[in-house]
């Protein structure tokens, strides 16, 4: 003979779960600050040397415009600094008080140049004056301090060394 249990389970014993612990909570709350404590000094790190390229970037794209301008308009184009190179760097005709474009490095950014007064170029894309300028962020790491050469001909080359 077999028997079967027709009966159902009542529902006070069936349990159903539903959300977290507090102990649960608690343990995820705790592997997100040490992630957190971990990845915040990384997060610097990146971001400085993140500036630090896109401030060689710009400088990089200003000469190629005040160069191409120039050669285009069949004018003289100057970039002047502020006060010093540091303080940022104007784009503009050299018969013109108008500016085409204006850079403003980081706060922490320390520029450098091998020669006095402005860069400029004429119509023809040749350099008025010649040398280097050396870009650096504070803080930053690697090979982050970056020397912008400018060539009589109007072309430029970068070198990097290894930041202090």
């Keep these: 003979m077999l028997l079967i249990n027709t009966s159902q389970t009542p529902p006070c014993t069936q349990r159903t779960l539903r959300g977290f612990t507090l102990i649960e909570l608690m343990v995820i ?22 500036q630090s390229e896109a401030m060689l970037s710009q400088l990089l794209n ?11 308009n069949s004018t003289d184009v100057v970039i002047e600094p502020g006060s010093s190179w540091e303080d940022g760097w104007t784009v503009r005709e050299d018969s013109s008080s108008i500016d085409l474009r204006v850079a403003t490095p980081p706060e922490d950014a320390t520029i450098s140049a091998s020669f006095t007064g402005a860069l400029g170029f004429d119509a023809y894309g040749l350099a008025s004056n010649t040398g280097a300028l050396t870009l650096q962020l504070a803080g930053c790491t690697g090979s982050r301090v970056y020397q912008v050469n400018l060539s009589v001909s109007g072309q430029t080359t970068v070198t990097t060394s290894d930041c202090p």
């Design 29 to 50: 709350i705790a592997i997100l600050g040490i992630l957190m404590a971990v990845g915040t000094p990384s997060l610097h790190t990146w971001l400085t040397n993140k």
């Design 62 to 72: 200003d000469l190629s415009f005040a160069r191409s301008h120039a050669i285009s």
